[in-house]
């Protein structure tokens, strides 16, 4: 089996086929376009620190060997980034069913047994589906996050305001141009400096700071000025963190987005990355002890700040909370901070909003931007949507093939992913056009320290609706679906999704039912929950559609279950009656 390492790839362009079918080809195209924006290519890690595209080198080439020679009505069944099997199904029927990262009595060390036996990859939300789009695939969420601050604290707007966070990889890269989108200024920090420089190459960071004192007078000036402006600055968030508390330097938001779900990509305190690399290589149970001691440390600092008044502190996702109380620290002390989707993005979800996106197969900046034109054509009335396309069209840089982040919810999902499809049917855009999301949606992941938690119905451990989430999409004939586990090891599920606009009749068939299908069952999980927003959208009242949802019951804590109220069958008082 053909086991060559690839250092680069580039994802195909244009309206050349390789394979038996555009499914197919976009799925390939995906899958290249990870690999373009990857962070170590060459190890098949896509992103947040171990987030892997496929198992090992057999493994990817055997996927692209299987998506070129498969036929239209054939399935290709991927186990943890290994292609075990490709099976006759029906044209209608998903290209690509993938598992990952799925483990029983998951904790990290027999997470990395399994890993090093080659039975497993970590997925991370979108690098196992290939769905990643570079830094920008997150860049809305974040936005919208210190939008909802800005509302709740500072008389909306961010203009003048200071950002201190940490992280500056694949995602995290995303918090600083978020923030000058807002207007204000960011002092992200990462100890990896080539890291910042190439962000700063990209275009998500403005500039690198000597060291933390300097980047805190560029913010102050900046903010004073009230002129939008992302800041770098090298070192360890654990030691940046408390020398900017000690130094007395307030910022008006403190959060961060290193990779604390996994212990072994968090660099401990006082080590660079090339002495973590030794170390980790060399002693990895000291490593993991190391790390989660600064990350108790980070995550004190990160509590020492929400004391002070005045001053925006959560955690952005990353588990800190959830790895400092496995590493020790108490319950209370741990949870000080809330996380950001229970405390600010949840009503979006109500609306079954979340990071949907669309990636253009052709390549071409112009099918972008005639997609941008599209949204402010059918939603001129959504100004969270109006806003976040013109912003991200002047503030975002294209990172391989041209792709937009966007939080249209249920209803508007369906009607522009069909209006899409007729674009494509009729030349406009020129070649098809895939649609999926960040696993942090709307109805597709069970977290109980993240996306599900502190729910209204107390359910943060219910992982039925990812279950439901990957059900439903398959019988509404997605293109592929993935069941994963990701986050802190045992931590959460979630699914990935992707659906195609290749122009035919087939493909309406098939986006209006799984467009309808993946935002829904989010709408309804938060119906069911006790969400009154979420009510309103399933009973076609929402405010961005009147398309609705047959729900048979609506949940309650009051329930019948047996005689004298039983919830279990008490077999000595049990009687038949006539």
């Not at 060559?4 to 038996?20: D, H, M, N, P, W």
């Not at 290209?95 to 997925?123: C, G, H, S």
């Not at 149970?285 to 440390?297: G, I, N, P, Q, W």
């Not at 451990?461 to 802190?488: E, F, G, K, T, V």
């Given at each position: 089996?053909?086991?060559?390492?690839?250092?680069?790839?580039?994802?195909?362009?244009?309206?050349?086929?390789?394979?038996?079918?555009?499914?197919q080809e976009t799925l390939l195209r995906m899958l290249e376009n990870n690999m373009e924006n990857a962070e170590a290519p060459e190890y098949l890690v896509i992103y947040g620190g171990i987030g892997k595209c496929a198992r090992n080198w057999e493994s990817y080439h055997a996927i692209v060997e299987s998506l070129k020679t498969m036929e239209n009505n054939e399935t290709l069944v991927v186990q943890s980034g290994m292609p075990i099997a490709i099976f006759k199904t029906?044209?209608?029927?998903?290209?690509?069913?993938?598992?990952?990262?799925?483990?029983?009595?998951?904790?990290?060390?027999?997470?990395?047994?399994?890993?090093?036996?080659?039975?497993?990859?970590?997925?991370?939300?979108?690098a196992a589906p290939w769905q990643y789009i570079g830094t920008q695939g997150v860049i809305q969420g974040?936005?919208?996050?210190?939008?909802?601050i800005a509302d709740r604290h500072f008389k909306n707007s961010l203009a003048g305001r200071i950002l201190l966070t940490a992280g500056h990889g694949g995602m995290g890269a995303n918090q600083p141009r978020a923030m000058s989108m807002h207007g204000g200024v960011c002092i992200d920090v990462d100890v990896n400096e080539e890291i910042i420089d190439k962000r700063i190459q990209i275009g998500f960071t403005d500039i690198k700071a000597k060291n933390l004192k300097e980047a805190v007078?560029?913010?102050?000036?900046?903010?004073?000025?009230?002129?939008?402006?992302?800041?770098?600055?090298?070192?360890?968030?654990?030691?940046?963190?408390?020398?900017?508390?000690?130094?007395?330097?307030?910022?008006?938001?403190?959060?961060?987005?290193?990779?604390?779900?996994?212990?072994l990509s968090y660099i401990p305190e006082g080590y660079s990355p090339e002495e973590a690399d030794e170390l980790r290589s060399n002693d990895r149970?000291?490593?993991?002890?190391?790390?989660?001691?600064?990350?108790?440390?980070q995550l004190r600092a990160m509590n020492a700040y929400a004391g002070k008044n005045g001053v925006h502190v959560f955690e952005y996702g990353t588990s800190i909370r959830k790895e400092c109380r496995d590493a020790g620290m108490p319950e209370e002390e741990a949870m000080i901070i809330p996380g950001f989707v229970a405390e600010y993005i949840r009503p979006l979800f109500c609306?079954?909003?979340?990071?949907?996106?669309?990636?253009?197969?052709?390549?071409?900046?112009?099918?972008?931007?005639?997609?941008?034109?599209?949204?402010?054509?059918?939603?001129?009335?959504?100004?969270?949507?109006?806003?976040?396309?013109?912003?991200?069209?002047?503030?975002?840089?294209?990172?391989?093939?041209?792709?937009?982040?966007?939080?249209?919810?249920?209803?508007?999902r369906k009607a522009f992913a069909l209006k899409v499809n007729e674009l494509v049917k009729k030349g406009e855009i020129h070649a098809p056009v895939a649609f999926s999301r960040d696993n942090l949606d709307s109805g597709s992941?069970?977290?109980?320290?993240?996306?599900?938690?502190?729910?209204?119905?107390?359910?943060?451990?219910?992982?039925?609706?990812?279950?439901?989430?990957?059900?439903?999409?398959?019988?509404?004939?997605?293109?592929?679906?993935?069941?994963?586990?990701?986050?802190?090891?045992?931590?959460?599920?979630?699914?990935?999704?992707?659906?195609?606009?290749?122009?035919?009749?087939?493909?309406?068939?098939?986006?209006?039912?799984?467009?309808?299908?993946?935002?829904?069952?989010?709408?309804?999980?938060?119906?069911?929950?006790?969400?009154?927003?979420?009510?309103?959208?399933?009973?076609?009242?929402?405010?961005?559609?009147?398309?609705?949802?047959?729900?048979?019951?609506?949940?309650?804590?009051?329930?019948?279950f047996g005689p004298e109220g039983g919830h279990q069958l008490r077999r000595s008082s049990h009687t038949k009656k006539d």
């Open positions: 089996m053909k086991n060559e390492i690839l250092y680069e790839v580039k994802a195909q362009r244009g309206s050349t086929l390789r394979c038996k079918g555009w499914k029906h044209r209608l029927a998903p290209r690509v069913v993938m598992a990952t990262t799925n483990i029983m009595k998951a904790d990290w060390p027999t997470f990395y047994d399994l890993q090093e036996k080659n039975l497993t990859i970590f997925a991370q939300y979108t974040t936005f919208e996050t210190l939008g909802a007078e560029m913010a102050k000036a900046a903010a004073l000025e009230k002129k939008p402006l992302a800041i770098g600055v090298v070192g360890n968030a654990a030691s940046l963190f408390w020398e900017a508390y000690e130094m007395d330097f307030k910022p008006d938001i403190v959060t961060e987005m290193c990779p604390c779900h996994d212990p149970d000291l490593y993991l002890e190391k790390a989660r001691k600064s990350m108790v440390r609306e079954g909003r979340g990071p949907f996106r669309w990636t253009c197969m052709s390549g071409d900046a112009s099918d972008l931007a005639r997609l941008d034109d599209l949204g402010l054509e059918m939603f001129p009335e959504d100004k969270l949507t109006v806003k976040g396309i013109n912003l991200a069209r002047k503030n975002l840089p294209i990172e391989a093939l041209p792709a937009r982040v966007c939080y249209l919810g249920f209803g508007e992941i069970v977290n109980p320290t993240f996306e599900s938690e502190k729910m209204k119905d107390g359910g943060d451990l219910i992982s039925d609706w990812p279950m439901l989430n990957a059900l439903l999409n398959c019988a509404a004939m997605c293109d592929l679906i993935a069941i994963q586990a990701n986050y802190s090891m045992g931590e959460a599920v979630h699914t990935g999704v992707t659906m195609i606009a290749d122009g035919s009749e087939e493909a309406d068939l098939r986006l209006d039912a799984c467009m309808t299908t993946d935002s829904g069952i989010g709408v309804v999980r938060h119906a069911q929950a006790g969400y009154e927003t979420a009510r309103k959208v399933a009973n076609g009242k929402g405010k961005l559609t009147t398309d609705s949802i047959k729900v048979p019951l609506w949940w309650s804590p009051k329930a019948t």
